[in-house]
């Protein structure tokens, strides 16, 4: 731990980090920075930091001016790398990839990466599990901004992987062990809402694809056009949208969720997550983004509340009182602006059981904050399948000394092996996370 970070943390927090780990038992979890204690930037951000923001820490409206702070994006640095908790070690799986973002397992094991910026969708293959792919083909090209992956029928023989454009859903025909498409694109929604980019946030354009557990519902999440306008441009937008596999039924989900990038199944209950970037331009620590299990037919507050009935957007003052107390508050509430992407459950066994069934999240990094946060992966704590309200940081490391930013983690998902793949749009890589610690 450098000086720097020490001196930042709380005393409590930075005993805890610097402890020898057979002075701590071997399931205690740091203490939880809580209040304005858990409003950090990169400078405080390390394996181990655990924070928990609750409604009570919530910022009112203008506290601070609203920021614009974008990110300058370097190359890797030479001697940085991503850090992770004592036990993991962090190596590259691949590089050189175009703007890479949504990675999936197929059921086989290998590893399909949506490359958004060329239009394709990449396969890697690393059967002996050493973390090196000895095989990686381009599955398929000519997307639009492709972004979520689904395999359906589940189980260990799909015959489709579908594929959301940002306008469109595709699926191609199959088959376990297929590195390359056997047949063209079938498109099964044909509009899905998209558009031009709005300035300043907004025009959200990423669409995740993931089955019910049951495999009888296609969910597709659909960002909002705006910051916070409430007309006709907002329709069957800022909303998670239900379908039946073949693409037809359409139904909205749960709604008023500004844009819920990243979706994922639970598979200890077979509830429905998803990671969630909040609205801008009412100052640093609001609104927090979130992660939370969705609710059928759940209104989650935007734009005209956030997080719970009793805030409502100064700039939507006295309208849809109806809607008050219908707004559900999330699971996980994470510091605000950190544009949390993409999420999935850990599921192996690999990693020490302490993880075992809690979430992992893509923090792609902050804009609209006078100091960065996010650029960093994190983990939620699930127990007895619920969230704890807590979320600990897992990988850092992508933002220098000075505040430039070398890698920003989009997709998040766990390979055959157990071990964690990151993708990372920044630096075009993929990023392999192994425990190789003593359990």
Known sequence: MTTRLRDALPLALAAWILAAPDARAADEPPPALTGKAALGDWTTDAPGVRRKITLDDVATPYDTPSSQNHPKTVKQPEGAWPKAPEGFEVTKFATGLGQPRVIVRAPNGDLFVAESGPGRVRVFRDADGDGKPEAQETFATGLSRPFGIAFYPLGPDPKYVYVANTDSVVRFPYKSGDLKATGAAE????????????????????????????????????????????DASEKRRADILAFDPDGKNERTYAWGIRNPVGLAIDPATGKLWTSVNERDGLGDDLVPDYITHVEEGGFYGWPWYYLAGANQDPRHKGK??????????????????????????????AFPEAYRGDVFAAEHGSWNRSRRT?????????KKGAATGEYEDFLVGFVTPDGDVWGRPVGVAMAKDGSLMVTDDASGTVWRVAYVGKK
């Open 187 to 230: 498109t099964i929604i044909a509009d899905i809402p998209s558009g031009n980019e709005a300035v300043g946030g907004g025009g959200h354009w990423t669409r995740d694809l993931q089955f019910s557990a049951d495999g009888k519902t296609l969910f597709v999440s659909v960002g909002s056009r705006s910051n916070v306008t409430d």
């Open 320 to 349: 849809h009182p109806e809607l008050k107390d219908k707004v559900i508050t999330p699971d996980v509430l994470l510091q605000s602006h950190s544009a949390s992407l993409d999420l999935t459950f850990y599921d192996g066994e």
């Open 374 to 382: 996010g650029y960093k992966v994190v983990r939620a704590p699930i």
